[in-house]
């Protein structure tokens, strides 16, 4: 039997400098995230810093990542590298380092986009998901319902016009005075709440269609937090949280649950930094207990960002042989896209 090929995987979309060594059989040999601190006290990410953050990171997360999978360069087969969608910048490092490397050990490149990696990491922890499933990709920048008919066919059948779930989290976070990223942070104090307190706007819940919008319920949110003076450190701020995140909750849940209905698919993978929530990973599971679905979601660590999920989706490129050629160049558009 061959042995099982080793990709170097890189991650620097954002705000997180990230290497990771898998294999072509789903082991993760290491996962190496270096998050920037630096950016706490801005209430979100800063271009500008992050990039040079990245700068100094690069090197020594690589490093790290293949001595934690006790692999030297001449071991690995390819070089994966997340080429968009993410901070212009932040992704130029990633990819100029990639492409450097692979070039210097003459070995393939694999240009992987960030969202179906959050997407593909799914098949690291589960062996048994099958197509076509629906996807819903839930994260600082995006808010997708995807139906994968394989690796690389699929229809977005809805996304948000406006803000993203994981900015309403973030934006709300910053107003509360919690640091960046404020999801986790709404999450914890939503816990203490009562979820049913305040109710806020399900914003186009009724509509007949995928598509979300959380900039409504943000400004409602945010006008509530005025008139009641609530901050990080009020009595009411266990309420207030519970019942934002209810909302935002809800909300995905049941156009998720609309989406499974209308296709007449039961295979759900959920995808992206919000899907560690713990009310919707809840929601979902007690939906899924009923057997109404089979339900795949990654571990909270594989939720945010991390090189291995960049490896996951390459894992399918290796085997199909579909390198990218030296030219390519990072872009920050977003979106899912097959490459
Ligand atoms: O996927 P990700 O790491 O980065 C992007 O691709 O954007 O997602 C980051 C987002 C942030 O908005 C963060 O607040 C949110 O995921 N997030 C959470 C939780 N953990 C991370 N949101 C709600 N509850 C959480 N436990
Ligand atoms: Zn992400």
New binding site residues.
Partial sequence: MSRPQKILAIET??D?TSAAVVDTKYNILSNIISSQGIHEKFGGVVPELASREHIKGILPVVDAALNRAVCSLEHIDAIAVAVNPGLIGSLLVGVSFAKGLAASLDKPLIAVN?ILG?VFVNFIEYSDIEFPFISLI?????TELVKFYSIDEFDVLGRTVDD????A??KI?KLLGFKY????H??AYAKKGDKNKIDFPRPMLHQNNYDFSFSGLKTAASLYLKEHKIKKDSDEIYDFCSSF?NAIVDVLFQKTIKTIKDSSLKNLLLA???A???Q?RNRFERYSKKDKIKLYIPSIKL???NAVMIGAAAIQKLKKKKFTSMKINPSPTKGIRSL
């Fill in positions: 979309s954002c997180d960030h959050h839930v994260s600082g920048g995006h993203a779930a994981g900015e989290f973030d976070g990223p404020g999801g986790p709404i999450d995140q992206g930094g919000v560690a929530n713990s919707l939720c945010t960002d």
